[in-house]
């Protein structure tokens, strides 16, 4: 057994698990509440350190932004006052210190954690921003920096914070954005309007037609209301006050009325693509049901006109090549049907001459190889025979003479004349058919031999020393006969496939089949008005010939 020896590496594996987006989510949100807060106090330590005298300012802006200063007056004996450090207050001045390095380390940790988490998100956001235009991009900053300017001498601390954590979070979203996409420039206005246009090009004609449409009921609803507001508007401020108001409303009635008219428009349209569509589903319904001269009917002012011709165009080329093809299977079928018949008048002869020959004196070794010439010009006479009938019931020219008879009698006769062939096969046939009569319509000679060639299938192809299973049952209206095998060779092929011309279950050809029994036996069932089918089970053979009993139940699906 060979194994794989290579070694895992743990990095590996942690970007192969799968990602957590609320995790994400939690530890990309505190990497920003991290950023922002190391942000805001190197901004502190570089006031303190640049200009000493902003100390106090920052002291006192840090304690604006905890809280209260953790000190009171208290009145001395002289009547003066004092300020002093009050121990709760320096408790509780403690306690917020400590619960925000708490928050901190919180925060720290959760970044850590759930790195993989964050970095999986931070992607989906990299992705959003890339979907942003550049102006709007270079619109954000520039309001950013308009925003910085109008901070320029003043002082208050609220405003200094917020514009800190928005360049923070703008600088991060920045990097992100570049550092992801690699492409802050490329997606801008002008490079997706040129990708729309190159979509709109690409698109059929009903595409175009639709997407045009659609534009246009927009723009005029648009503009309708525009015009309805504009004009209303000017108008109130125009007009004399008695009549004002009521000529003012004249014109957004006006726009309405034109709204309602548009998308009743649009909704017309709409319906009219509908009525064409269901004419080409209608006539891709009959295509597919066998009717190839069914056309569509609609009009040349539809938007689906060109499709309508190119589906005629495609029931003309199918057309055309049916009939092309079945005027060849027909040709090759006549020419299989001439070439037989001609074939069988030498062949008569043949055989003819070959029974005088069995009637002289010969020698032991002459007389072998006319029997052996006699055996193989019966079997060419079969399978001519054979093929000739096949041809017959593939144009339709057979002949048949329909009776009202009794299936079961009528296989019973057949095993009574193929008992030799089944004796020297040396299978145990296992028949069990009913003495009720069961009448079916149908060419007593035509079924006869149905039955001869399934049972002839039989010793030809079963396990030596298997079992046969001949049954016949009356069931729902339908008289089904079936017989079982084992094969002695493995089958490979489908039961539907077995009942093709010229195809045989013994692939190696050891056997002397012609590989049109079944075929024979399929071709005049349903020349009777009957059912046949092969199913195959692993090795089990099952070959079942139903015919409608007479004055019996219908089955759908019957002839």
Known sequence: MVTNSRSIDPGELLRSRPTNTFKGLISWLCLLFILCAVSLLLVFAVMVLVSPGMTEYATDSVHEFAGSVPRHLEETPDGGYVEIQAPELVYEYGVKIVSAVAVMLTALILVFAFRQDRRAFEAIVARWLGWVWMEAKLIIIACFLVFLLSLMGNSSTPLIFTAGVLGVLLLYFLCLDVGRNRRFFGHNIIHSVLLRINDFHKMTTFQQRALRRAYSVIGVCAALIAFGLFGYGILINLLPPPHRDKLALTVPFVSVVGVIGAVWWYILSLKRDLRDWNLLMDQITEMYGGNLDAVNHVPPTSNLYDCAMQLNMIRTGVQKAVEEGTKADRTKIELITNVSHDIKTPLTSVISYVELLKKEELSPAARDYVDILSQKTQRLSVIVQDVFEVSKAATGNISLNLDDLDIGRLLKQTFVEMEEVIE???????????????????????????????????????????RVYVSLVAQSGLASASIRNVSKTEITMKGEDLTARFVRGD?????????????????????????????????????TVQFPLVGGETVKGMA
Do not use: W
Not at 440 to 448: E, I, K, N, P, S
Not at 510 to 532: M, N
């Open 424 to 466: 020297q096969s040396r299978l145990q046939f296992r028949v069990d058919i009913p003495d009720t009569p069961m009448l079916v319509h149908a060419d007593g000679q035509r079924l006869y031999r149905v039955f001869q060639n399934l049972i002839r299938n039989c010793t030809q192809y079963s396990l030596e020393g298997s």
């Open 507 to 543: 692939q190696n050809r050891t056997t002397e089949g012609s590989g049109l029994g079944l075929s024979i036996a399929k071709s005049f069932t349903e020349a009777c008005g009957g059912r046949f089918f092969v199913r195959t089970d692993g090795d089990l053979f099952v070959a």
